[in-house]
Structure formats: structure tokens, C-alpha cells
């Protein structure tokens, strides 16, 4: 009878940990590995950015009177037209445009025909909000990439096979991912990818393959990737070797970039 209670015991403190302690175990893993640009991200959401800069800033409203004909997206390169030095981008967040356009009489003409004016934040959001969103709003631009050699042929791939859905802005985690270890993709940045992979040529492997030898052969990372919703695709048959050294350049790249 004893050992009877004893082993239902240990079934019932097992049923609680899978129902209360995986959850709570989640939310912690998610809240350790935030950074500057999931939170920029929220804050983008809650100031209402992606209302006229559309879904994740990608897609802009159209804009009838202004020059462009649109609000301008953020990604595809469309901000590097509006930005011509480093602080510009936080001022147009801050202010609605930088002081250097605020002087130019042309700009103000143009900003004045258009439908939707970019709205002024300062004050409306803090200062470390505003420093989140640029740092956001920089990696979803492409402001902050490899210029050239493989690293940035590394970078169009990614962008290409619409990695980044997955693993984040500029790879910076956050996809929620039910059914795995900790809930969510990991990024390519911080002490997930380091756990997860030793090597650039496990990196090959996961690319090629969707997963690395080592794991298969842990039981507990088996259990986990078997039931979790969204699994990493191989890519063997779609790209050539040449260009999976590009993607691991890439990754060296971002991975030697200042801690987020």
C-alpha cells in the first residue's frame, strides 16, 4: 500500500510539473532572453507604428499628396532614402522629422500636402522606449548589415528564405514555438545558440539537414523536437554548399556584433 501512494505520489508531482512548472519554466527562458529589439517591437505595437507603417513596419499605407505615394515602409532598403546620418532615424521618431529636414522649407512643403503626417514622439514615449524602437526599427531596415563579401551574400540569403520569420529580426529570437524545450525559436545571438550549437559545421549540419547528429542522439532533445509545432526545414536540396558557407559567414558576423 505504501509503495502504492508512494507512486501516485510521484504521478501527481509529475502531472503538476507538466501542467504548472513547464509554463512558468517558459516564461522565465522567454523573459531572460528579451532584448532591445523584441522590445522595440512592443513598443512599435503599443505607439501604433505598424497602423501606417503596416504589419511588423513591412507594408505602408498608401499616402495620397505625399511625394512618395505611401508611407514609407521600413524594410527593402526604403529607409535608406529618408536617412543620411545616424541620429536621423531616432529624430524622425522623436520629432516627426530631423531637425536638419525641419529647416528645409521644400521638405515642410511636402510634408504639409501629404494625407498622414508622421506624428511626433517625444514625450509620448520614454527615452529608453525610443532607443529600443531605433534599435528595432535598424535591424528591420537593414540599416545595421554586412556591406560586403560573404557575410552580406550570407545576409541576402537569410532575407531570401525568409529566415528572420522564424529566428527573429536581425536573428533576434522570439518566436513563440509551442510544444518545444523552452517555448520559443531560438535567435542566433546570446547563451540559446551557444547551447544549441558548438561548431560551424554543426550549423552545416542543422541548415542541411534541419537538426545536428549530437541531438539525435539525447533522448530528452529527441522527446522535445518531436512534439514541438514548428521545426527547422532542411535546406540540403535548395542550397548549394557554397551558399551555406555564406549563411555561416553571416552568422559569425552577427554573432561577433555587440551584445543586444
Not at 522567454?30 to 513598443?43: T, Y
Not at 539525435?216 to 535548395?238: C, D, H, I, T
Request: charged fraction near 25%; aromatic fraction near 10%.
Amino acid at each position: 500500500m505504501r509503495w502504492i501512494l508512494r507512486l501516485a505520489l510521484i504521478v501527481l508531482l509529475a502531472a503538476a510539473l507538466v501542467r504548472y512548472g513547464k509554463p512558468a519554466f517558459e516564461a522565465w527562458s522567454f523573459r531572460r532572453q528579451e532584448n532591445p529589439i523584441q522590445r522595440g517591437a512592443r513598443v512599435a505595437a503599443a505607439a501604433g507604428c505598424f497602423g501606417c507603417h503596416g504589419p511588423g513596419g513591412l507594408r505602408g499605407l498608401k499616402n495620397p499628396g505625399s511625394k512618395w505615394g505611401d508611407v514609407p515602409s521600413w524594410a527593402g532598403g526604403t529607409a535608406m532614402m529618408f536617412l543620411t546620418e545616424p541620429s536621423d532615424l531616432e529624430e524622425y521618431i522623436r520629432f516627426g522629422l530631423p531637425r536638419r529636414k525641419r529647416r528645409n522649407p521644400e521638405t515642410l512643403a511636402q510634408v504639409e500636402k501629404a494625407a498622414i503626417v508622421m506624428p511626433a514622439y517625444e514625450g509620448r514615449v520614454s527615452d529608453p522606449e525610443i532607443r529600443d524602437l531605433v534599435r528595432y526599427v535598424a535591424a528591420v531596415s537593414g540599416i545595421d548589415r554586412p556591406k560586403d563579401g560573404p557575410a552580406a551574400q550570407g545576409y541576402d540569403l537569410v532575407q531570401e528564405n525568409a529566415c528572420f520569420s522564424c529566428h527573429g529580426v536581425d536573428g533576434a529570437g522570439g518566436v513563440r514555438n509551442p510544444g518545444s524545450f523552452k517555448g520559443y525559436i531560438p535567435g542566433w545571438r546570446g547563451s540559446d545558440w551557444g547551447d544549441l550549437v558548438r561548431s560551424d559545421a554543426e550549423i552545416r549540419q542543422w541548415i542541411n539537414d534541419g537538426g545536428i547528429t549530437r541531438w539525435e542522439g539525447n533522448r530528452l532533445a529527441r522527446y522535445f523536437s518531436g512534439r514541438q509545432a514548428l521545426r527547422m526545414p532542411a535546406y540540403r536540396k535548395y542550397l548549394s554548399p557554397a551558399q551555406v558557407d555564406q549563411i555561416v559567414a553571416y552568422l559569425a558576423w552577427l554573432r561577433a556584433r555587440p551584445s543586444l
